[in-house]
């Protein structure tokens, strides 16, 4: 292969990993080899419409794209047949979608993913890096501590609060009937 088409390849590859603009930090690595073709179809369909993109590319030119990147964390599992899965909000739902794919297709490997440079190597790696919160999940989970205390001061406030006012209300209506309210001493 000439230097312009790995040229042209390369850029292509950078081209494609590039999402919203700016370009894919973090990505899976996966293996199709012995995927039917209409299974990788679907695959393909079902993870576009999470937006997770799947791009095969040669070994020795993803490396050399990639060099640099977080990406080329990578480096070292790529053999064989390779593609890179990325995209949607996080690697985290890329590694989830492709680990739910597996069920139903058992030929796919995972060979292994990088999050913010760090390397998650095989199936095990990215089963592992699945089960991760995502960035709007870990918000979420930071918020519920922050307001978790206030909520059980709220609690603890309203309370007697409550308790007072049902009170006040059976004297209300024990007095509206006619009935006489003893005084304690």
């Known amino acids: 292969m000439s230097k312009a088409i790995k040229s042209i390849m390369m850029r292509d590859y950078k081209s494609r990993v590039t999402v919203g603009g700016e370009a894919a930090k973090d990505a899976v690595l996966i293996s199709i080899r012995g995927v039917k073709a209409v299974d990788t179809t ?3 369909n ?45 690697v ?14 058992p030929a796919l490997e995972l060979k292994g993913a990088v999050l913010d440079g760090t390397l998650f190597k095989g199936k095990d790696g990215v089963v592992e890096l699945s089960k991760f919160p995502t960035k709007d ?3 979420a989970k930071v918020v519920t501590l922050v307001i978790s ?20 209300k059976a004297i209300e209506g024990k007095l509206e009937k006619g009935e006489k309210i003893a005084a304690k001493a």
Do not use: C, H
């Not at 419409?49 to 990147?69: C, D």
């Not at 985290?92 to 297709?105: G, H, I, P």
């Open 137 to 139: 999940e870990a918000i």
């Open 46 to 90: 079902n993870l576009a419409k999470k937006n997770i993109r799947i791009t095969v590319v040669r070994n020795a030119l993803a490396r050399k794209t990639f060099e640099g990147t977080s990406l080329s964390a990578l480096n070292e599992l790529l053999s064989g047949a390779s593609a890179l899965a990325y995209g949607s909000q996080s």
């Open 42 to 44: 679907k695959l393909r």
């Open 92 to 105: 985290v739902e890329v590694a989830r979608a492709l680990v739910d794919s597996m069920a139903k297709m």
């Open 149 to 168: 205390p206030g909520r059980k001061i709220l609690g603890q406030v309203k309370g007697p609060g409550s308790n007072i006012a049902g009170i006040i």
